[in-house]
């Protein structure tokens, strides 16, 4: 799929068009080649700086989880068997959760109960919990003791003649792991949930990958840098700051990006805006270039006069993988890389189109999986998910689409409804939507209640 740049750079004739479902493998090819070439650059973090990094070795059990046969419910220890309706057990003992049974102590025997609690380790002897919500007790005199006060002995019944089978209300020990089980494989993404996981082995610094540093650079001459304006945000009603002319948009696109990266695990290192000039653009892409594996450039990879950026890259002897997809939107989008050199590892970039919809749908078709390989995780998957469509979509086929879409999860099936847009300009609709609709190249009718892909968020 390496084409000659040199036949591209005149851009857009169809026969540059590959198909989406292409576009895909070719980004995964590229992906699997990283996660390949990956060298350990792992280094020891502390978890909750470990935070959406992925591991670079596996999380082994440490033990047996859970360690003991942990008791799920507050209530009785018994032998599941002794359970019938008339049945009166005689209460021996008490284990609180943290407690161990006494050693020496015998097993809990026919007849008996040991109260108990959740998160306790279940004593010998007995087989299942009986919870205290279904218990009514008694006592009774059973003589007196040295000091001649009465001796009590505690009863335990099952109410409405409950009965248990064994191993109600207990976790067996090892049930969850068996000690040097691998419970997170190397490249797993840390969230929470992991995090909780470690610390259950006894961890509390995990070995992560590097967070990859990522480039953006936006490109036109109609933009301007909005950090360099200073605005409240309370002012929203007010006018325009005096530096933004009614021609002139603010740079989105990098601020996008920068959130898309951060939150996929990089760290997003934005560049000034380009302007839509051979030299400008050059020296711009040469930063980013120099400094991170990823560049990911946006705008100027259209068909206009002033959309420079493969040209430039071609001339910097970049190797395309593709320059356009038969997907909307983000037709033009560019994938390549420019050959490693003696001084610098192999870099990659996408020119991603400036429509601001385009810009964020192929962020998370395309860029997203290399730059979870470039983060060091295995078999990335978009998150996609079906839904019943409300209404009938009509298109033209031809293009795999992407529709700024509201995904309803509160209905029984979860329901989906494309939002009214302009087109992929629109960035108030974008926002308004929740996931995207994609219908698929060959297919110019999505009927009501049809269950559809969408591209979640
Ligand atoms: P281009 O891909 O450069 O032809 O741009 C397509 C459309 O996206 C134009 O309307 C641009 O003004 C807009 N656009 C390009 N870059 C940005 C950006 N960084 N932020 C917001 N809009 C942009
Ligand atoms: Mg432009």
Not at 243 to 251: F, G, K, L, N, V
Not at 328 to 346: I, N, S
Not at 358 to 369: E, G, H, K, W
Request: glycine share 8%; net charge negative; charged share 20%.
């Amino acid at each position: 799929m390496h084409r000659s740049p040199s036949s591209d750079v005149s851009r857009g004739g169809a026969a540059a068009l590959i198909s989406f479902d292409e576009a895909c493998s070719v980004v995964s090819a590229q992906a699997s080649a990283i996660q390949a070439a990956r060298v350990s650059e792992a280094a020891n973090c502390d978890l909750i700086d470990a935070l959406g990094r992925r591991l670079a070795v596996a999380l082994i059990a440490d033990r047996d989880q859970p360690p003991f046969p942990r008791v799920t419910r507050d209530g009785f220890a018994v032998r599941a068997k002794d359970l019938n309706p008339d049945a009166k057990l005689l209460v021996v003992g008490q284990i609180r959760a943290g407690e161990a049974w006494p050693a020496g102590k015998p097993p809990v025997a026919a007849g008996e109960a040991v109260e108990i609690m959740t998160g306790a380790p279940l004593p010998p002897g007995a087989d299942a919990v009986l919870m205290v919500e279904h218990t009514q007790e008694s006592e009774s005199e059973s003589g007196v003791d040295a000091s001649g006060e009465a001796r009590l002995q505690r009863w335990v019944r099952p109410l409405s003649g409950r009965t248990l089978a064994p191993g109600e209300n207990v976790v067996p020990e090892g049930s969850e792991a068996r000690r040097g089980d691998i419970l997170l494989e190397p490249g797993s993404r840390l969230g929470p949930e992991q995090v909780a996981l470690a610390v259950s082995c006894g961890f509390l610094s995990v070995p992560v990958y590097p967070k990859p540093n990522v480039a953006i650079l936006a490109t036109g001459d109609e933009l301007v840098n909005a950090s360099a304006q200073v605005r409240s945000f309370a002012a929203t009603s007010g006018e325009s700051p005096a530096a933004i002319q009614p021609h002139q948009i603010y740079d989105s696109n990098s601020h996008a990006l920068a959130a898309l990266v951060q939150q996929a695990g990089g760290t997003p290192l934005r560049q000034r805006p380009a302007r839509d000039e051979r030299d400008d653009l050059a020296t711009c892409i040469r930063e980013g270039l120099q400094a991170a594996p990823l560049l990911l450039v946006t705008g100027g990879v259209s068909m206009g006069k002033f959309d420079l950026v493969e040209e430039v890259l071609a001339g910097m002897g970049a190797e395309f993988f593709f320059t356009g997809v038969k997907m909307q939107p983000g037709k033009p989008v560019v994938f390549g890389r420019l050959p490693a050199t003696t001084d610098q590892p192999a870099r990659y970039f996408f020119g991603l189109p400036g429509n601001p919809v385009s810009t964020m749908v192929t962020f998370r078709v395309f860029v997203a999986p290399l730059l979870a390989a470039l983060a060091g995780e295995r078999n990335w998957q978009p998150n996609i998910a079906m839904a019943k469509l409300v209404a009938d979509f009509r298109t033209k086929s031809g293009l795999t689409r992407f529709l700024p879409a509201y995904l309803e999860t509160s209905s029984e099936v979860p329901a989906v409804t494309p939002v009214r847009t302009q087109g992929s300009g629109d960035l108030a609709a974008n926002a308004r939507a929740n996931c995207y609709l994609i219908v698929p190249e060959d297919c110019d009718l999505l009927s009501a209640d049809q269950m559809v892909r969408v591209l979640l968020r």
